[in-house]
């Protein structure tokens, strides 16, 4: 009778294992259905009154184990609190300006990266093409990139 148990309990820990931590991959769905099963099947073994029994406890565990595990208090416990307000860089748009100017690293075609006031951008050509160590000039931002036009001189 004690295995009977046993296979109610590890039932009801795989059901709440697939509800809480692995959603969607049904290991611990058919691990939980393996264990009540066959802790009803043992029950009937004995008799059919306790197989009944272990049938109904099955059930009730069963309800009860997925009731606890999607409510929203028990997943609150799992999410992130903390709102993360860093980024990977800086935006440019809140250190450059349009009309600023600089000067191509690398060739834009169209992407590639310029130098304004001292520190490095990945930058847009608006023209098809710009050399480096060309002179450039901002005309707009788009992302994390600057968008950057060729000065005539």
């Known amino acids: 009778m004690g295995y009977i148990i046993l296979l109610l309990i590890f039932g009801v820990l795989f059901l709440i294992a697939e509800l809480v931590l692995l959603p969607g991959v049904s290991i611990g769905a058919l691990l939980s259905i393996v264990c009540y099963g066959s802790a009803i099947y043992l029950g009937f073994d004995h008799s059919t009154t306790v197989g009944i029994v272990i049938l109904v406890v099955a059930i009730l565990s069963a309800i009860a184990a997925s009731i606890f595990s999607l409510r929203a208090k028990t997943w609150q416990r799992f999410a992130l609190k903390k709102e993360i307000q860093s980024q990977s860089m800086p935006s440019p748009d809140k250190e450059l300006k349009a009309g600023d100017r600089g000067v191509t690293v690398s060739r834009l075609s169209p992407m590639g990266k310029v ?7 990945e930058a847009k050509s608006v023209d098809a093409y710009i050399d480096p160590k060309q002179a450039v ?3 707009g931002f788009e992302n994390f990139s600057v968008i950057v036009k060729k000065v005539n001189q």
Request: charged letters at 30%.
């Open 137 to 139: 000039e901002v005309v």
């Open 115 to 121: 130098e304004i006031a001292g520190r490095m951008y």
